[in-house]
């Protein structure tokens, strides 16, 4: 069964420069979580933020829960680092790790919230074993490593198949896309079965952010 809508703003696409006002602004705008993509030039060939950005939306009063999104390889370090910087849910690429129950078991066991992450070319089989651990799967609708790219159409078959894994085994886990979700296709990915809706440039980069996210909201409610 499908849980509420949540619509997660991607930070990749916020000006870093006044990064608490402008989180403030798409929460005060009905957005409920912050989606934090953390990228290490190694697993994916770009280069972002750590904990230490993480820490400080928190110290700076964001309340939101902060939903990491580590594309980082190995992913055990960074597990530890962000949840002591206060991260609500840890997700991470199965393949970036050699022990995928203890990674998955690392997170659960410093008090987060725990998801997997597959790529568009990752088999759903990769995450099977420990489905029932999971609090959110997140299914890439782009390639990891960039924001502002096209939503790949074929993904919509992912997420199809996911939620009905999810709804098989009767499991209450989050179902969330990343990746090109614009307001023009989230009703499309929203049938397919998400509940989670992670978008940047969408929102950032609109002219009238409070009225994107308004029509956004308005689809999937
Ligand atoms: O994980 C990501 C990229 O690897 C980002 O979360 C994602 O791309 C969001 O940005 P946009 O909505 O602009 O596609
Ligand atoms: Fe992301």
Not at 120 to 127: D, R
């Given at each position: 069964m499908k849980n509420s809508a949540v619509i997660a703003p991607s930070?990749?696409?916020?000006n870093f420069a006044k990064l608490g006002a402008e989180v403030d602004e798409v929460l005060t705008a009905g957005c409920q979580w912050v989606h934090f993509d953390v990228m290490d030039n190694h697993y994916v060939p770009n280069l972002t933020f750590g904990p230490m950005i993480c820490k400080a939306l928190k110290d700076y009063g964001i309340t939101a829960p902060i939903d990491v999104h580590l594309m980082v390889e190995p992913v055990d370090e960074m597990i530890k680092s962000f949840a002591a910087a206060g991260a609500d849910y840890i997700s991470f690429h199965p393949?970036?790790?050699?022990?995928l129950h203890r990674s998955v078991h690392l997170v659960k066991e410093l008090g987060c919230k725990v998801g997997l992450v597959l790529n568009?070319?990752?088999?759903?089989?990769?995450?099977k074993d420990v489905l029932e651990d999971l609090d959110i799967i997140l299914i890439m609708s782009v390639n990891p490593g960039f924001g502002g790219q096209s939503f790949i159409p074929k993904t919509l078959d992912k997420i199809r198949a996911v939620r009905r894994l999810i709804d098989e085994h009767n499991l209450d886990i989050r179902l969330s896309v990343d990746g090109g979700v614009k307001p023009d296709n989230i009703k499309q990915i929203f049938d397919a079965g998400a509940d989670t809706f992670v978008m940047g440039s969408a929102i950032f980069a609109s002219e009238d952010r409070a009225a994107t996210i308004k029509q956004t909201l308005a689809q999937v409610n």
């Open positions: 930070i990749l696409s916020a393949e970036a790790t050699k022990h568009p070319a990752t088999p759903i089989n990769l995450i």
